[in-house]
T-cell receptor, first 113, second 114 residues
Framework: AQSVSQHNHHVILSEAASLELGCNYSYGGTVNLFWYVQYPGQHLQLLLKYFSGDPLVKGIKGFEAEFIKSKFSFNLRKPSVQWSDTAEYFC???????????FGTGTSLTVIP | KAGVTQTPRYLIKTRGQQVTLSCSPI?????VSWYQQTPGQGLQFLFE???????NKGNFPGRFSGRQFSNSRSEMNVSTLELGDSALYLC?????????????FGSGTRLTVV
């Protein structure tokens, strides 16, 4: 079975700092990759997704992620965070052979004004 | 366009009871998946329904079951509740089986077992 690791459980940043959240997965074949965000009191929302092509994908609210196949990674980045980015971030992987999504355990981001 | 609607939002049950949770997907979405979210485990996949048939199942005991109706609405049932079943249960819908383009999530049902 696929496993998804998010090594940063809690991240605290000041506004305008740069963000990078790590995501690694175990499956070596074709994958679809996603980042979801859960703002306080809200439901999970899709930030961005990768299927194929350009490994650098851009999502909403200035977020981007880079797929590095050789490292089994799909790290999320944002050049300058805002207080409103305070949320929990989940990486998810769907392998090409099955219909199941595998989610990481999430990274809690707190941005200090 | 209405989102994914889950009812009820909150539930408190006692051990040994059973519970039924409901999910109405986005109009036109035929796939409904259920997840259990807990602080320590993150999101864990329960099952997926597509066209009234269970297409995929996670690693949960048989006490967890579900069904999907012809209008794509889905229900999840947990029998003989245990304290460890306390969690946020999320429903997610997608256009096709396997949610290849990603999910739209509901706000969840917070279940507390006492």
């Amino acid at each position: 079975a696929q496993s998804v690791s998010q090594h940063n459980h809690h991240v605290i940043l000041s506004e305008a700092a740069s963000l990078e959240l790590g995501c690694n997965y175990s499956y070596g074949g074709t994958v679809n990759l996603f980042w979801y965000v859960q703002y306080p009191g809200q439901h999970l929302q899709l930030l961005l997704k990768y299927f194929s092509g350009d490994p650098l994908v851009k999502g909403i609210k200035g977020f981007e992620a880079e797929f590095i196949k050789s490292k089994f990674s799909f790290n999320l980045r944002k050049p300058s965070v805002q207080w409103s980015d305070t949320a929990e971030y989940f990486c998810a992987v769907k392998d090409g052979t099955g219909n199941q999504f595998y989610f990481g355990t999430g990274t809690s981001l707190t941005v200090i004004p | 366009k209405a989102g994914v609607t889950q009812t009820p939002r909150y539930l408190i049950k006692t051990r040994g009871q059973q519970v039924t949770l409901s999910c109405s997907p986005i109009s036109g979405h035929r796939s409904v998946s259920w997840y259990q979210q807990t602080p320590g485990q993150g999101l864990q996949f329960l099952f997926e329904y597509f066209s009234e048939t269970q297409r995929n199942k996670g690693n949960f005991p048989g006490r967890f079951s579900g069904r999907q109706f012809s209008n794509s609405r889905s229900e999840m049932n947990v029998s003989t509740l245990e304290l460890g079943d306390s969690a946020l249960y999320l429903c997610a819908s997608s256009t096709g089986q396997g949610a290849i383009y990603g999910y739209t999530f509901g706000s969840g049902t917070r279940l507390t077992v006492v």
